[in-house]
């Protein structure tokens, strides 16, 4: 995923800095939601963008396409309908430090052991992120 979003960011998101991401299979979010699954699977991918910028639906289409080139097995799944195209949300500045927070304050984890996980596993963190979209 970060060799996606490095593309993007140089090649079609000019001036645009991610700070932080994180994602999650939409199996995750039909556990939250406690309803039937997605007819087909997907990835949502959570951002944090430096000085609080947007994504137009293009450069969001972009990161899809870019993760198809640069994954093989993401590419075979998209040709075979396998898994549909990802969703992408961005998160307002601050986002990730609070979610740091909550964490840390959900776990075991001290503050200078914590890393983000880059697959969410839990539903109440998806729901923290998803309660923070722009």
């Known amino acids: 995923m970060w060799d996606a979003l490095k593309h993007c960011m140089r090649e079609d998101w000019k001036g645009k800095v991610i700070t932080d991401y994180t994602c999650c299979e939409s199996a995750l979010l039909d556990k939250l939601k406690g309803g039937a699954p997605a007819p087909v699977p997907y990835y949502i991918i959570f951002l944090e963008l430096e ?52 964490i840390v304050g959900n776990s075991m984890a001290s503050s200078n052991q914590l890393k983000i996980p880059r697959m969410l596993s839990q539903a109440k963190q998806l729901a923290f992120l998803l309660d923070r979209i722009k």
């Open 51 to 102: 000085g609080d910028a947007a994504l137009t639906d293009n450069e969001k289409l972009k990161l899809d396409e870019s993760l198809r080139r640069v994954t093989y097995p993401y590419e075979s799944f998209r040709c075979k309908d396998s898994i549909a195209p990802m969703v992408v949300h961005v998160v307002p500045v601050g986002c990730f430090a609070e979610f740091r927070g909550f």
